[in-house]
């Protein structure tokens, strides 16, 4: 896998269901963030997880992080249309030679249907 | 209201036409970057700025410049665009490196 690699690529849901979007990285990371991106728009900051951490909550959003696994998930949990959008995560990872980059990942685009 | 300003949104141009893509932040942040979004490719950085004077390069750097003046700002330049640069462009800044990072609105351009 690559470095913030988000899985599914693609997810439908109805309204009500709930979303789970997985992220796996190959590096050490500082710290795993989620954004939300609606259609050609920019990129919105949804959730901060660092390395010492292993769950966050923000509203509908949980965030969880298993770094023996070097993977995370993102659950928004009874979904709305206004949900619809494209996730992804981002690793500030740990690279070769020292250098540290935030990584972001292609996204997995979530459609809610109503 | 704290934000990340770009300008143009939008951009025809042809080639070798030297253009320059505004980014501001009135945030106080010390870390600007930008990225360009391909279909299929996510985003991929091109230029970022630790600091006032202090830029390198990203993953994508070819045919781009960028600048860093003052704390707020941090232009992207195209000396010579050509029909490869075509791309959604994104601006961010960050308190530091790593940090949450807030986005511009986007330029989206399309070099003839």
């Known amino acids: 896998s690559q470095q913030g690699e988000e899985d599914p690529q693609a997810l439908s849901i109805q309204e009500g269901e709930n979303a789970t979007m997985n992220c796996s990285y190959k590096?050490?990371?500082?710290?795993l963030q989620w954004y939300r991106q609606n259609s050609g728009r920019g990129l919105v900051h949804l959730i901060l997880i660092r390395s010492n951490e292993r769950e966050k909550h923000s509203g509908r959003l949980r965030v969880t992080l298993d770094t023996s696994k070097k993977s995370s998930s993102l659950l928004i949990t009874a979904s709305r249309a206004a949900d619809t959008a494209s996730y992804f995560c981002?690793?500030?990872?740990?690279?070769?030679?020292?250098?540290?980059?935030?990584?972001f990942g292609k996204g997995t685009k979530l459609t809610v249907n109503p | 209201e704290a934000q990340v300003t770009q300008n143009p949104r939008y951009l025809i141009t042809v080639t070798g036409k030297k253009l320059t893509v505004t980014c501001s932040q009135n945030m106080n942040h010390e870390y600007m970057s930008w990225y360009r979004q391909d279909p299929g490719l996510g985003l991929r950085q091109i230029y970022y700025s630790m600091n006032v004077e202090v830029t390198d390069k990203g993953d994508v750097p070819e045919g781009y410049k960028v600048s860093r003046k003052e704390k707020r700002n941090f232009p992207l330049i195209l000396e010579s665009p050509s029909p490869n640069q075509t791309s959604l462009y994104f601006c961010?800044?960050?308190?530091?490196?790593?940090?949450?990072?807030?986005f511009g609105p986007g330029t989206r351009l399309l070099v003839l």
């Open positions: 961010a800044s960050s308190f530091f490196r790593g940090e949450t990072q807030y």
């Open positions: 981002a690793t500030d990872a740990k690279m070769e030679g020292g250098s540290e980059k935030l990584v």
């Open positions: 590096t050490s990371i500082n710290n």
